[in-house]
């Protein structure tokens, strides 16, 4: 079964910071991977997803992540933190279950700011 | 449209209402989801419906019952919950394939007295 850890459950940095949050994924078969974003009271966005066509996935928002088989990890980083980007972020894989995909989550990461 | 639609945003129930919540997107998605999320988790999942027909019940209370009409509507019958029911409930849509990743609701935020 496939599975997916994030580690730290909160992150903080200074504005202007690089931003690097962590996953790896545990998969039988090669994986599709994805980063989203949820911001309080609202629903997740898909920032960015790995499908095999490229390790290096740019996403919205100046958010990138490398697809690293020899690790089996998919950092999700930004150059340059704004405070805009304060929210939880979720990685996740792609999990086949009979006929269906289901996405299995990280327990996500809280991204804190700092001025 | 790239948006999945889910009212009502707040709900407030007792516990021997129904209500009902809803969701609806008009990107041709077949495959259909609710989830459950409590406050600093990831979103749990509920339901599954795969061209309109229920595929996955994490075996969830008949208190809760899905029902699909069409290709664009999801609905979550609600009944007799309890206090611990209290969540986001968020609808997620995708193509039936697993690299399209899934489109989500901006969910209802439910409450149960």
């Known amino acids: 079964a496939q599975s997916v850890t994030q580690l730290g459950s909160h992150v903080s940095v200074s504005e202007g910071a690089l931003v690097l949050l962590r996953c790896n994924y545990s998969?039988?078969?090669?994986?599709?991977l994805f980063w989203y974003v949820q911001y309080p009271n609202q629903g997740l966005q898909l920032l960015l997803k790995y499908t095999s066509a490229a390790t290096l996935v740019k996403g919205i928002n100046g958010f990138e992540a490398e697809f690293k088989k020899s690790e089996t990890s998919f950092h999700l980083t930004k150059p340059s933190a704004h405070m805009s980007d304060a929210a939880e972020y979720f990685c996740a894989v792609s999990d086949q279950r009979d006929s269906n995909y289901q996405l299995i989550w990280g327990a996500g990461t809280k991204l804190i700011i700092k001025p | 449209d790239t948006e999945v639609t889910q009212t009502p945003k707040h709900l407030v129930m007792g516990m021997t209402n129904k209500k009902s919540l809803k969701c609806e997107q008009h990107m041709g998605h077949r495959a259909m989801y609710w989830y459950k999320q409590k406050a600093k988790k990831p979103p749990e999942l509920m339901f599954v419906y795969s061209y309109e027909k229920l595929s996955i019940n994490e075996s969830v209370p008949s208190r809760f019952s899905p029902e699909c009409p069409n290709s664009s509507l999801l609905n979550l019958h609600l009944h007799a919950l309890q206090p611990e029911d209290s969540a986001l409930y968020l609808c997620?849509?995708?193509?039936?394939?697993?690299?399209?990743?899934?489109?989500f609701g901006s969910g209802t935020r439910l409450t149960v007295v």
């Open positions: 997620a849509s995708s193509y039936s394939g697993p690299e399209g990743g899934y489109t």
């Open positions: 998969s039988s078969v090669p994986p599709y």
